[in-house]
């Protein structure tokens, strides 16, 4: 899914309105909770972006066992954030 930097935005807006509406005589807690509430905009934020990433042609060498290999060349990647 893309970012939605506006929806973001509202969110933000969204939680500092409700900490100072539920903490007005008590700037601690408002600040709390509003901290709270962005850390969980942040978090769903970036948790819905979709990252694309393509292997490059390269050349692929595994040393080891069936059950245990590992590759002896580096595979490079590209990606991208939507």
Do not use: W
């Amino acid at each position: 899914m893309a970012l939605d930097q506006s929806d973001l935005k509202t969110q933000i807006k969204s939680a500092m309105e409700a900490a100072r509406a539920a903490n007005p005589e008590d700037p601690d807690a408002a600040l709390d909770a509003f901290a709270d509430a962005l850390a969980t905009a942040i978090h769903n934020y970036t948790s819905a972006a979709t990252v694309r990433v393509t292997a490059q042609v390269g050349e692929i060498a595994v040393s080891g066992t069936p059950a245990a290999q590992q590759n002896l060349f580096p595979i490079l990647l590209s990606g991208e954030l939507e």
